[in-house]
């Protein structure tokens, strides 16, 4: 079992950042994948980022080059720095990790967090 902890969201003004945070516990060495998601209000989730065991990265390409995805295993945390942040990222961000080889869909993700709410003000 794996446990996930978001911290981080908050309140922030348009060209503002925040960097989130994941605190996992529990059996960490079987996770492949983690990621971060986000729902804003009234949609469905979506992805934002996710990174392997090995450091790879992969972007939502409308998010490349403002948000970070990094983490540090010493610590068992996972961070998402966003940058320049934009009304429309206002949303719940999650994070999430699995077991699975092959990931095309949130359903594929075992372990979701609570979520941390971020609010970006125009």
């Known amino acids: 079992q794996v446990h996930l902890v978001e911290s981080g969201g908050g309140l922030v003004q348009a060209g503002g950042s925040l960097r989130l945070s994941c605190a996992a516990s529990?059996?960490?060495?079987?996770?492949?994948?983690m990621a971060w998601y986000r729902q804003p209000p009234g949609k469905e989730r979506e992805l934002v980022a996710l990174?392997?065991?090995?450091?790879?990265?992969n972007y939502v390409d409308s998010l490349k080059g403002r948000f970070t995805i990094s983490r540090d295993n010493a610590k068992n945390t996972l961070y998402l720095q966003m940058n320049s942040l934009k009304p429309e990222d206002t949303a719940m961000y999650y994070c999430?990790?699995?077991?699975?080889?092959?990931?095309?869909?949130?359903?594929?993700?075992?372990?979701w967090g609570q979520g941390t709410q971020v609010t970006v003000s125009s």
């Open positions: 529990g059996s960490l060495f079987s996770i492949n994948v």
């Open positions: 999430a990790a699995t077991r699975a080889k092959v990931i095309t869909k949130a359903a594929d993700y075992d372990y």
């Open positions: 990174i392997s065991s090995g450091g790879s990265t």
